[in-house]
């Protein structure tokens, strides 16, 4: 099945798109600053968004790049446009858990809000993208400049703490393929599209789980002919019974981010009612 019929049988309008290695995304920003596809900088007013846009600029982000370690400083603030990062909590050198996934709703910013910029957290692409930057002293004058930013922060990092926190309970009572189904979900919510490049490792590594038991996760998904995945790249076929498999932890997220961000009528993966795109 191509991917346009795959989209059309779906109950949601998110399209298809190419996030891999071409040339042409690498080299042209589709976003234009002043009237972004990041949601939280369209709530800005547009002077605001005049004296921010002469202190931000457009960088690409490859998958796997790192833009945080834990206990390490952090010196650029991220709006991600098309671009996901991932949060990571390390147990040691080796093993990790993807606590909350970042994308064109929100951005990376937490250490550097109040005080020395260290993260407590690991930050990694998961995946390839445009997002904007700004250097962490610009943004804390930023925030000290502009009460609407804060209070705006101040919901965003609730709700990311909120996610982090669910994820503990959701890794140790919800099995695997719920869990992987969420999570593909998430990102299709995130990137504002139904496919993406995504191996088996990363995947893994998102669940924080063996590689074997997302093999299996993800084969039973593709029996249910809920995805398609080949050479590392998932397309979700049905999102609806997608979300019928996943965790309830997922709709839990979208209903605390609905409730504290307040933006305009995101739509999310699972939502039948959720318009094509036309950026």
Request: with cysteine.
């Amino acid at each position: 099945m191509p991917p346009t019929a795959a989209v059309a049988a779906s109950p949601s309008r998110f399209p298809i798109e190419d996030f891999g290695p071409s040339g042409a995304s690498r080299t042209r920003n589709p976003d234009d600053f002043n009237a972004s596809r990041n949601r939280l900088l369209r709530q800005l007013e547009p002077d605001d968004l005049l004296r921010m846009g002469d202190q931000c600029e457009p960088v690409w982000l490859a998958a796997g790049e790192a833009l945080g370690h834990m206990g390490g400083p952090l010196s650029h603030v991220y709006y991600p446009v098309t671009a996901t990062i991932a949060l990571m909590a390390q147990a040691d050198q080796l093993a990790g858990l993807q606590v909350t996934l970042i994308g064109r709703e929100g951005l990376l910013a937490s250490p550097v809000i109040d005080g020395p910029a260290m993260s407590p957290l690991n930050a990694l692409v998961r995946t390839g993208g445009w997002t904007w930057r700004m250097g962490a002293d610009a943004f804390r004058a930023e925030v000290a400049l502009n009460p609407r930013l804060r209070g705006m922060l101040d919901h965003y990092l609730y709700v990311l703490l909120g996610e982090a926190s669910r994820v503990s309970a959701c890794t140790r009572f919800h099995g695997v393929e719920a869990r992987l189904a969420r999570w593909l979900l998430t990102l299709a919510d995130r990137v504002g599209a139904c496919g993406f490049p995504l191996k088996l490792q990363v995947m893994a590594d998102m669940l924080g789980t063996q590689r074997s038991g997302v093999s299996v996760a993800t084969m039973r998904l593709r029996q249910h002919g809920l995805i398609r995945y080949s050479r590392g790249s998932v397309v979700i076929v049905d999102l609806r019974a997608l979300e019928r498999s996943a965790c309830d932890c997922y709709r839990w997220a979208n209903q605390l981010r609905d409730h504290m961000l307040h933006v305009e009528a995101a739509p999310h993966a699972g939502d039948g009612n959720a318009p094509a795109r036309t950026d």
